[in-house]
């Protein structure tokens, strides 16, 4: 995990081909899932934040598709960091409102 600003960015762009000053959060971590970095732009800036566990390792979800993208729900992210593993747990039904992407916040 030797990437910084500039890998992590080079990284979101043209392996995930996802725009790195979108606004979301892009996790990584190493090969023995006992450090991550988060990359994520707050409209002025970017920002990298980096955990280490000194013992055990993070449960990382298992990929969907070829690039290695995995979308997570910020309770899911809140979980995974707080070292649950997201294949052990289930999600109960649940109404969530989606805004659409025109609507403007009122």
């Known amino acids: 995990m030797r990437k910084g600003f500039e890998g992590?960015?080079?990284l979101v762009r043209d392996r995930l081909s996802c725009e790195p000053l979108s606004g979301h959060l892009y996790l990584f971590c190493n090969a023995q899932?006992?450090?991550?970095?988060i990359l994520f732009?707050?409209?002025?800036g970017l920002w990298v934040c980096a955990k280490r566990l000194p013992k055990g390792c993070f449960t990382w979800p298992q990929s969907g598709d070829a690039q290695g993208k995995v979308m997570l729900s910020h309770e899911e992210l809140s979980l995974?960091?707080?070292?649950?593993?997201?294949t052990k747990t289930r999600s109960k039904r649940w109404y969530r409102k989606v805004n659409a992407e025109g609507d403007a916040a009122a």
């Open 8 to 10: 992590l960015y080079g």
């Open 33 to 37: 899932r006992n450090r991550l970095k």
């Open 41 to 44: 732009w707050d409209g002025t």
């Open 80 to 86: 995974l960091l707080g070292g649950i593993d997201l």
